[in-house]
């Protein structure tokens, strides 16, 4: 993708209250990529190594991958794993996947395979004390996986213990608030791609106006064939921070890109500090 229709890459800084988070973690620092979408189209190498290269100057604690690193076929991750594993974080790289992730029967095998040889750990419905006891984190099957059962997972972490969870979708934040999440991070809507600046993702009006366009001629309309509702129900989430009764949540828009583009929504790194809130 070149760059004019990708954007330049952004490094989004945020810091984040964390309950009960024990003054040895204050300020630890998580460094988040998503949608990767890594197949020879949507992402360059330059931005990818220029990503790489942001995440090791952050000196991060964790490095959190949150899915999509391919698009479809998931053959292109052998060529992925070259770049990511000169990824750095003290505490390790922890991932999960998205429902790209699991397109073909076949995916989820070769991108967890390929991601465990270069010590990347995926987490399927698992949970990781990369820091200590004192924080947890959570990573969850792709919502549309079938696999999405945060109910066996979520009951097997401490409730007093703080918890990092990784979820593909964000749509999942509604489900997640029958539990405790500190913070969720996410990524899959690459932040809606086109941001109408002070109205909005693009794609909430495109909806209203193809759903008045009669099914059978919506077919034949180049740009009115795609449903984006079936991306993600809640497009208010698509991007950056966000309340949900007392959960938290971070949406990353993603290093890859679809066509057409972006339009005031760039790739993004996101560098996160974690901070005490008693
Ligand atoms: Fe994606």
Redesign the pocket.
Known sequence: MHWLLSGALSVEKLTVKIPDLPPSLDGVRLVQLS?L?YDGLRLSNQMLEKAIAICNGAEADLIVLTG?YVTDDPSPIYQLVKHLKNLQATGGIYAVL?N?DVYYQHSQTVITDAFTNIGIQVLWNEIAYPLGQDLAIVGLADYWSGEFKPAQVMQLVDEAIPRIVLSHNPDTAEFLQKWRVDLQLS??T?GSQIVIPGVGPLVVYYNKFTRKINRKVRKYIPFLRANCGKVVRHWEWAQGFHTIGTNQLYVNR?L?TYPPGRLFCPPEVTIITLVTSM
Do not use: L, M, V
Request: proline residues 0%; charged residues 20%.
């Open positions: 949608d979408h999509d998205g790209h990524g899959h690459h993603g890859g």
